[in-house]
């Protein structure tokens, strides 16, 4: 991909001489408890939460302030030294997964709100601030930060805005595009820059539009003013059971064609409710062949005409069952089974490889036709979650990975999903793992000019290449769940956080 | 999009030999915004025979159209099927494109509302200064793998290449409207929009105009029909309101009209974007006031540095919309490293310089 560089696989005397250089330079501008290097200290930092990708870094970083983070950043420029930013590490795409050669710069420090602003709805918080908290600190004001992914309890605004982090409510609210208002932070030779405004938009060409989602590679943010909305005073969930997956299928898209857009909308076949339900005992209809959760929020008054106008739909779709919430405690109980889709999975197979696929809604009822057929072929079960809200669709694939026949058919069948997906219309949104080239799926997706282009804004930034280089993940993930994760013996890392 | 439809391969070979020759573009759709932006120079670049809707699902709440596509006809299309472009861009001819609306990157009364056309954009394909044809993005949300390069052009004005086709989100038309009036002093106005901002009401758009402020509600008719009850005000006929909104919205508003008589007389009208608290500014002309308090319109005399420094202390930044001498430059300066990035992006995708050279910023 790049031309080989200094920064290329280095034998292990190179190496502990590179190390060692850096140590002494970072020393220079770091207090010594915000430098790690020895091998018991830095292995925390080895993966984040793809953990079948492990790599050493050189350095862990660990500034506590901006000026720290630019002087870092230019001893790393000077010398040409890779750096890989990491929040809390809980990304499944390995966007933060040190480089060999490289710092990781450690951006957890940075946890202060600095401030929220009632009347124009802003917050202004530190990169390392969590997801959650920032919803947590504006209730106080009935307001919230919308963007919602599964990992919030832990995940960082800094991380969010490298993967431009989506959630179950994206299609009402956005992505984290949509509910960043303003970035600050450093450019790769440590130079301090902003992107976007406390207005609604600034001069100049939006770059906002690429520094989201860039994973670390064309700058260093450091503070984020985000967006916050009213909180909604009432949400009520409906889950409605279908006896055919093609009905299922069919009313998410009624849904959206009778002009609703529900602010959370997803979908569990019928293998994967009996995993959730032996796991959580929510009441779900083992005997459906699909659930569909389908959410409302907003005015009390708003809510009930838009229940009331969803349950119609759903009703001449197909549902053969229908239950509306009465309270919050019900609403959060529907939800407990998608929300513990994972490490239910977990329980039922020593393995699984989570796909990430996107396809038209209205294809949904062919790919799930398809991966029954593929079930068969292959001689593994496979269960399924989907955004139907946006065609973002999570076929867990269960397997013994202690049998090599099991994972080598495993990945047979992830591939033909895929490909599935392409032909029905979708597109492959995260593609890694076990024997894929991250070229290739990039070659895949992008043509040579297309890549030279990409390639071209990023060397905009960052001309030495020196911001996150050489990453093996390529794609660009809007749910936390990535592209393809082998998850063993249901060790989920981060196994605590509700997985959707 | 095939390279066998001639009208592709005919822009592409204008573009390589203007490229060879070291000849510039002026990239024209309906040429509705040529008032907007910096001088254009170069031999035109007609799009308009590239036209047409390549696909519309109304249940995957996305439409795919070419660059040449009237806006008029793209909207009449998503009509028929109780949807809509939510974000509500200008039109300031008949004749208006779809690459021009994003390449302009104007938005309407709902922006703060609802988002820009920014937001809107899920894909495009665009003809770089090589002569390639590239896409970005997709048809949905989810779906991006390496920069959102479609979303960049939003704004562009047509310095990154010629915009091919887009795909845009599209929203269904709100089942309720309602507009109501309110008797209020500019400073109690933005003060007030940005209160009923942290409030769950259906606010959809607000204008506030020498001394009354004006609020469109939308949404669900329990929702509007509860708001009308609740913030009082007066409430305006409907037909009237709706007259009111496309004023604003496509600047044939009399404050508009007044604007554009003072630009004749040398007067500059200024677009102001600023956080939605800003106070009232110190400016000797009149005001209106959009965007919960987001987009102010000015027409004044003051120097423009004196008004650019007021608005960038405030947090902002100022346009000249529409002026016989643009000589200030129109677009509000940027810090030097932002220009530098700027710089190498221009260099990255048209190497030669062949689009809207200076449409932008000089050099760009």
């Known amino acids: 991909m790049n031309a080989p560089s200094r920064n290329d696989l280095a034998p292990a005397d190179d190496r502990a001489h590179r190390r060692t250089q850096v140590v002494a330079e970072l020393r220079a501008v770091l207090p010594p408890h915000a430098l790690l290097w020895h091998t018991e200290d830095t292995v925390p930092y080895e993966c984040d939460g793809l953990t079948a990708y492990r790599q050493q870094p050189l350095v862990v970083a660990l500034p506590e302030t901006e000026a720290q983070v630019a002087a870092v950043l230019k001893v790393c420029h000077r010398l040409e030294v890779p750096v890989v930013a990491r929040g809390a590490g809980t990304g499944l795409s390995g966007g933060a997964l040190p480089h060999h050669l490289g710092v990781t710069l450690s951006l957890a420090k940075f946890n202060r709100i600095l401030g929220i602003d009632p009347l124009a709805r802003t917050a202004r918080v530190q990169c390392g601030v969590r997801n959650l908290a920032i919803s947590e600190a504006a209730a106080a004001h009935r307001l919230y930060y919308a963007p919602d992914p599964s990992s919030q309890i832990a995940c960082t605004i800094g991380g969010n805005v490298a993967e431009n982090s989506g959630g179950v409510h994206c299609l009402k609210y956005g992505l984290t595009l949509h509910n960043v208002m303003r970035v600050r932070g450093f450019l790769a030779d440590g130079k301090p820059v902003e992107f976007g405004s406390e207005a609604l938009d600034c001069a100049g060409l939006d770059l906002m539009t690429v520094l989201v989602g860039s994973e670390g590679m064309l700058a260093v943010i450091t503070e984020v003013t985000v967006r916050l909305i009213p909180s909604p005073q009432v949400a009520r969930c409906i889950m409605a059971s279908f006896d055919d997956i093609r009905h299922a299928g069919d009313a998410v898209a009624q849904v959206i064609a009778a002009g609703i857009i529900p602010a959370g909308l997803e979908m569990m076949d019928k293998p994967m409710t009996a995993a959730v339900e032996s796991f959580v005992h929510a009441g779900y209809d083992l005997d459906a062949a699909a659930i569909l959760l389908c959410e409302s929020d907003g005015a009390p008054e708003e809510v009930d005409e838009e229940i009331a106008r969803m349950v119609e739909v759903l009703r001449a779709s197909g549902a053969s069952g229908i239950q509306v919430s009465e309270n919050e405690a019900q609403r959060l109980k529907f939800w407990s089974g998608r929300k513990n889709a994972f490490p239910a999975s977990g329980r039922i197979s020593p393995d699984y490889m989570c796909m990430d696929s996107t396809i038209p809604r209205k294809r949904l009822a062919d790919i799930l036709i398809a991966i029954a057929q593929m079930e068969k072929k292959y001689g593994l079960r496979c269960v399924n979650v989907f955004h139907a809200g946006d065609g973002n669709l999570h076929p867990l694939i269960l397997f013994d990975a202690n049998d090599a026949d099991q994972l080598h058919r495993c990945e047979q069948f992830g591939a033909e999903i895929l490909e599935t997906s392409v032909a029905l219309g979708g597109t492959i949104t995260g593609e890694h793992g076990v024997g894929i080239e991250k070229l290739a799926s990039m070659c895949v997706q992008f043509s040579p000019e297309e890549r030279e282009q990409m390639m071209g804004v990023k060397r905009a930034f960052d001309p030495k290449e020196l911001l996150n280089p050489g990453k093996v993940i390529p794609t660009l993930h809007r749910c936390a769940e990535g592209g393809k994760m082998h998850v063993r013996g249901g060790l989920l890392p981060f196994a605590d956080l509700p997985r959707f | ?364």
């Open chain 2, 1 to 364: 999009m095939s390279h066998d439809d001639p009208a592709l391969s005919r822009l592409i070979d204008q573009v390589k030999n203007a490229a060879a020759a070291s000849r510039t573009l002026d990239i024209h759709g309906g040429n509705t915004k040529a008032f907007y932006g910096e001088p254009a120079r170069g031999d035109v670049l007609d799009t308009t025979p590239l036209a047409g809707i390549s696909s519309y699902e109304p249940t995957e709440l996305v439409v795919t159209a070419r660059c040449g596509t009237r806006l008029a006809e793209l909207e009449s299309t998503l009509a028929e099927r109780g949807q809509c472009l939510a974000f509500e861009p200008p039109r300031f001819g008949a004749g208006g494109t779809v690459g021009g609306m994003v390449a302009a990157g104007l938005s309407g009364p709902s922006r703060a509302a609802v988002g820009s056309v920014r937001d809107f954009v899920l894909g495009a394909s665009l003809l770089n200064g090589r002569g390639e044809v590239l896409s970005f993005g997709g048809q949905v949300m989810k779906n991006v793998a390496g920069y959102d390069v479609s979303r960049l052009l939003a704004g562009s004005m047509g310095t990154l290449g010629v915009i091919l086709e887009v795909s845009l989100k599209v929203l269904p038309v709100a089942p309720a409207s309602a507009t109501l009036r309110f008797q209020l002093d500019e400073a109690s106005a933005i003060r007030r929009m940005n209160e009923w901002g942290g409030q769950p009401w259906p606010i959809n758009a607000s204008a506030w105009w020498n001394g009354m402020l004006v609020i469109r509600l939308r949404g669900a008719f329990a929702a509007v029909n509860a708001a009308i009850g609740r913030l009082g005000g007066e409430l305006i006929e409907a037909e009237v309101g709706t007259q009111f909104w496309q004023g604003l919205r496509d600047h044939s508003d009399e404050f508009f009209e007044h604007a554009v008589d003072a630009v004749k007389g040398g007067a500059t009208l200024w677009r102001l974007s600023l956080p939605s608290t800003t106070p009232p500014l110190a400016l000797h002309g009149e005001t209106l006031i959009e965007w919960g308090g987001a987009q102010r319109w000015v027409v004044t005399p003051q120097s423009a540095a004196s008004l650019r420094e007021l608005v960038q202390q405030a947090g902002g930044h100022a346009t000249v919309f529409r002026a016989r001498d643009k000589s200030a430059g129109v677009f509000a300066p940027l810090a030097p490293a932002l220009m530098r990035i700027h710089a190498e992006l221009k260099a990255s995708f048209d190497p030669a310089g062949v689009f809207n050279p200076g449409r932008l910023y000089p050099g760009l």
